[in-house]
């Protein structure tokens, strides 16, 4: 059932996309009066599958040329996206008001270019949000730098890393958890671009995402290892007077959907039964997604830390992610397990944030008769 849900959810998407290519081809052409609306519309699909394939293709290519085609090619199509609203927006206004339609073209080109620029500025950088979280049966604070979805690769290399280090190190945690997409192309595999990982001051928990197994999911483990991260393979530790659980990327039953689901057999409802846990010690689950809640509810995971879902990184993704994720960004509270999900540090496929922002989150845990 899920095998299935996943093809019409790529049919539908495809769908979709090139009905929104025939929109503008069809949009501009009206607008702008150009004499062939096939040849309009040829263009504006090369243009954008063009800029899809070096998103697609980046993946599994270390090659600069390949980055700098990816970055641009991202850049492209985050114009197209704003420029495909902002038609429609347009279209309606020119439509109720009457307003001259080369005026409303020209508008939503430039306003589309601000937009993307505007997002590519907002997505070069990070920031720290703090946040207050209380657990029953914690005997002292713990201080824990959340890092989530840096996807180092083409978007971000090495220099990114070691200011996220810089800033962690300087914050003076108890704990660094990092919960998985610290890459998502084989450039980040590339000699020394990890090297900073080996500098984080406090000890250092790593569960891997999706986009670890994109790549080369026990090349990519052993390697972070090698820099002095402990990688939790479903699997629990006591640490500062927390279980700290790690699971691999999975998905939360086996029949549940998921838009990017894992190719392996065991689900989080499946594993969670099996981890032994103390009922006088709070427990912390580290997954990529923020997934399964109701099976960490039930096991009595005090907190669950993920990230994934970027928030939506870029409006009006922001809205949609609203819907599909329930779990999409901040604090949230399933019965009495509360889960926090990470915006991200990083960026993928779109250089570009409009709407969130690329965090680490510094999270003080304390107890919960404080």
């Keep these: 059932m899920n095998k299935l849900l996943s093809i019409g959810f790529s049919i539908v998407i495809f769908a979709l996309l090139v009905l929104s290519i025939l929109y503008v081809g069809f949009r501009l052409q009206k607008i702008f009066g150009l004499n062939s609306l096939y040849l309009v519309q040829f263009g504006v699909a090369v243009g954008v599958i063009g800029a899809m394939a070096t998103i697609v293709i980046a993946v599994k290519s270390s090659s600069q040329l390949v980055g700098i085609l990816n970055i641009i090619g991202g850049y492209i199509f985050t114009f197209y996206i704003f420029l495909f609203f902002a038609l429609i927006f347009f279209h309606a206004i020119q439509t109720i008001w009457n307003l001259p339609m080369a005026w409303s073209g020209t508008v939503a080109l430039a306003l589309s270019l601000i937009v993307t620029v505007v997002g590519a500025l907002l997505g070069n950088s990070f920031v720290v949000n703090e946040k207050e979280i209380k657990l029953s049966g914690l005997k002292s604070e713990v201080d824990v ?154 096991a009595g995971i005090d907190l669950m830390v993920s990230g994934h879902t970027h928030a939506g990184q870029v409006f009006p993704f922001t809205l949609f992610n609203e819907i599909t994720f329930p779990f999409n960004k901040g604090l949230h509270q399933h019965d009495k397990t509360k889960v926090f999900v990470s915006q991200g540090a990083g960026t993928y496929m779109l250089r570009a944030r409009l709407g969130t922002s690329n965090e680490i989150n510094m999270l003080r845990l304390i107890s919960e008769g404080v």
């Design 145 to 298: 730098m959340l890092i989530s979805d840096v996807h180092l690769g083409h978007h971000r290399s090495k220099d990114y890393l070691a200011k996220i280090v810089e800033e962690t190190n300087r914050r003076k945690p108890d704990l660094v958890l990092i919960t998985g997409d610290l890459i998502d192309s084989e450039a980040a595999l590339l000699p020394g671009v990890l090297n900073p990982l080996s500098d984080f001051a406090a000890p250092t928990y790593f569960v891997g995402g999706n986009h670890e197994k994109y790549i080369d999911n026990e090349r990519t483990l052993q390697l972070i290892e090698s820099h002095g991260i402990r990688v939790l393979r479903n699997e629990v530790v006591e640490i500062q007077g927390l279980q700290l659980v790690g699971f691999d990327y999975m998905n939360a039953d086996e029949d549940t959907f998921d838009m990017h689901p894992s190719d392996d057999t065991r689900t989080i409802k499946s594993v969670l039964p099996s981890i032994p846990l103390k009922s006088d010690m709070p427990s912390v689950l580290m997954h990529h997604s923020p997934v399964g809640v109701q099976y960490a509810a039930t």
